[in-house]
């Protein structure tokens, strides 16, 4: 059901890849709410994956970014400031890699290359696009930016690497400039701590199965979906959060507030059953 809640607004939507994404699910969300946007990924995410389609679903149009570089930032901003003959009203920045994490490196024997790909792709991206957004006077006053981060910036998640150390970066750079943007545009930074969530990167990450079965007996509320991750966004870049600002919003069921749940005790407890049968 549609409420009209980005009716007439314009954005930006980074990292769609296919209908897994979470950026794909915020897109047809945007667009059934009356946005208009451009997509954007880097042109190998462009190739291998299925943005042209949902690009000819939203009337949006592709435009290739490598979000570490300026220059490209700089002419997704021109490019779609020329589309819509003027600012644009929200920007999502669903981006985020991590060598170490594919590779299966461990933290304590980490790639030092890979680490500095890793903060360059999921946080200083951020930065950069920021920068670039407020040189060019891009963003409307009142506008949204949400970028998604994950719990692992806060506590420690086995498996999760460096990635951890770039979401506590990139919500740092959330508040560090929605301070500035809010100050002197008026323009509210947030990020979204989303459930884990099967996505095709996610997918890729060994042990992802075992982690999402942890959050959601963990959480009161269930693992949050990637649609329903989408619908939080929507709320995001509407009207009805024009003082929300600089916050890093759990979107998890519940689980960021949780010590131990009935659930994940009974699953331990049962452990210790199995090994007493096993034994």
Sequence with gaps: MAYNLLSGKK?????????KSIAWQVAEKA?????QFTLTNTPAAIRFGTINELAETCNAEVIPVDATRVDHLEKLIDRTMEIFDGQ???????????????????????NYDFFQKTLDISALSFHKLLKVAKQRD??????????????????????YNDMADAKAILESIAR????????????????????????????????I??????T???SPLGNATAEECANYCITLFSDLTRKVTMQNLFHDGGFSSMGMSLAAMEQYNKSFDDDLIED
Excluded at 93 to 109: A, C, P, Q, W
Excluded at 142 to 152: H, R
Excluded at 182 to 206: H, L
Aim: aromatic content about 12%; proline content about 1%.
């Design 11 to 19: 954005g930006i939507i980074f990292g769609a890849l296919n209908e």
């Design 31 to 35: 667009f059934e709410e009356g946005a």
């Design 88 to 110: 644009i009203d929200f920007v999502l920045h669903s981006i985020g890699m991590s060598f170490n994490v594919r590779k299966g490196l461990t933290y304590e024997d980490v």
């Design 138 to 159: 891009a963003i409307k006053e009142w506008g949204s930016v949400v970028a998604l981060s994950y719990v692992a910036a806060q506590k420690t998640l086995y498996r």
């Design 176 to 207: 560090s400039f929605g301070y500035i943007y809010g100050r002197d545009k008026k323009i509210r930074i947030n990020t979204i701590s989303q459930s884990p969530t099967k996505t095709t990167a996610g997918s890729g990450v060994k042990g």
């Design 209 to 214: 199965d075992g982690l999402i079965d942890f």
């Design 216 to 218: 959601e007996r963990m």
